[in-house]
């Protein structure tokens, strides 16, 4: 009778599986996040924490004081609005090129025999083997004013005076699509791969040409692939820090730098969980549009 009581108090096994990864989310992002969101209502002060409580207890009276000016500054300043734009803009751009580079890379090695696609993808997913930050550093040395670049294209007479592509937002486009271009590959090369190609050969027994046949039959299948990739290159693109502050120049403006500056040299931490948070915000728009897509394809398909 009590193993009977004990059990109908334990969680389901089903319970138990799905509650572990809500449970992970929620101590390590949800909690944060939080914790984030109340700083951006504080105040900031000189000490450690260097920002105010938001709740005071004093005299047996329970205030809660919540600052807006940071959301009312933010708002107001054209600096920080010219940052999201121009973060969501070089953000777009990379996962544009990346898109145009990495689709054809994908299609290739789905199309590949099966000893020569896992020899692929392993070149794919090689660079995940050296450290990130000393892949973006090789970069410098080929894009400096005397790197490997400039006296290649020196030594083959193709320019006469060395290219100024480093701390320039090229150098930051470069190395935004040399470090997320795999993440755009892999879910392009898992709808690929998949893809039923008798679809393709009845194409052509109906007379489509090859590009009609890639644009309505291959396109339209690895439509989630292209979506799943261009979001997981965009979302970390926003708000990236390491490849503006070490390949792109003083006028490179990213909401990763400004919330650098505001945390660490200016010690404003009420401002940066503003920057911080609005860019959570500004995430949340195309999260949300794929979560409508995907739920709307499920329900088309039933």
């Not at 973006?136 to 006469?160: E, P, R, S």
Request: charged letters at 15%; aromatic letters at 14%; proline letters at 6%.
């Amino acid at each position: 009778m009590k193993s009977l009581k004990l059990k109908r108090w334990l969680p389901s096994g089903r319970t138990t599986v799905i509650g572990i990864p809500f449970l992970f989310l929620f101590v390590f992002f949800l909690l944060p996040f939080l914790l984030v969101v109340g700083i951006s209502f504080s105040q900031q002060q000189l000490g450690i924490p260097p920002y105010t409580p938001l709740t005071k207890l004093e005299d047996d009276v329970f205030t809660i004081a919540l600052n807006i000016s940071h959301y009312k500054f933010m708002l107001s300043d054209d600096l920080y609005f010219a940052t999201y734009i121009s973060s969501v803009k070089m953000a777009f751009v990379s996962t544009v090129l990346c898109l145009l580079i990495g689709y054809p890379m994908a299609y290739y090695i789905a199309r590949a025999s099966d000893r020569a696609r896992d020899t692929l993808m392993m070149l794919v997913i090689l660079p995940f083997w050296t450290s990130y930050l000393i892949r973006v550093y090789a970069w410098i040395g080929i894009l400096k004013n005397d790197g490997f670049l400039n006296q290649f294209l020196l030594w083959l007479g193709v320019v006469d005076t060395p290219l100024r592509l480093y701390h320039t937002n090229w150098a930051v486009y470069i190395g935004m699509v040399f470090s997320y271009l795999p993440f755009m590959i892999m879910p392009l090369y898992a709808h690929l791969v998949k893809m039923d190609l008798r679809l393709l050969e009845a194409a052509y027994d109906l007379g489509a040409k090859p590009w009609k046949a890639f644009v309505q039959v291959t396109l339209p299948l690895s439509k989630n692939g292209i979506i799943a990739g261009s979001l997981l290159v965009f979302i970390p693109a926003v708000g990236e820090y390491v490849i503006p502050e070490l390949l792109g120049g003083s006028d490179t403006l990213m909401i990763g730098r400004v919330m650098w500056d505001e945390f660490f040299n200016n010690m404003d931490w009420p401002m940066a969980a503003t920057v911080t948070c609005a860019m959570v915000l500004l995430l949340l728009v195309p999260m949300a549009l794929f979560q409508h897509y995907q739920v709307k394809n499920m329900e088309a398909a039933k």
